[in-house]
């Protein structure tokens, strides 16, 4: 699967974004997803999550209440709606996926497939 994800921009505090994440070679009823996200001299961090059949959701606690991950009907793409947006979300935000689903799911090296990266940038 080839994973494009999009939706990205620079917006001011409060307001929100939709990013997108569109599945090429195959769709996400075989892939389990997350959103990750990157700032410039920090690790990877674990955003959230969306299983494979039954569409359990998770969230990293710093964006629980204002961020809701969900998947359209046809399963072709998984979106991630930010809401309440804060300067300290901005980074590079990556869709990523993984065909087993198992153990934790916040690291970065148990997700096979990635995006290229959309930027968000929050202004105060």
């Known amino acids: 699967v080839q994973l494009q994800a999009s939706g990205g921009g620079l917006v001011q505090a409060g307001d929100s974004l939709r990013l997108s994440c569109a599945a090429s070679?195959?769709?996400?009823?075989?892939?389990?997803v997350a959103w990750f996200r990157q700032a410039p001299g920090k690790e990877r961090e674990f955003v959230s999550a969306?299983?494979?059949?039954?569409?359990?959701?998770f969230y990293g606690d710093s964006v629980k209440g204002r961020f809701t991950i969900s998947k359209d009907k046809g399963k072709t793409t998984v979106y991630l709606q930010m809401n309440s947006l804060k300067p300290e979300d901005t980074a590079v935000y990556y869709c990523?996926?993984?065909?087993?689903?198992?153990?934790?799911?916040?690291?970065?090296?148990?997700?096979?497939?990635w995006g290229q990266g959309t930027q968000v940038t929050v202004s105060s």
């Open positions: 070679g195959s769709t996400f009823s075989n892939y389990h």
């Open positions: 969306i299983t494979r059949v039954v569409d359990d959701t």
């Open positions: 990523s996926a993984r065909r087993i689903w198992g153990g934790s799911y916040t690291r970065p090296q148990d997700y096979e497939y």
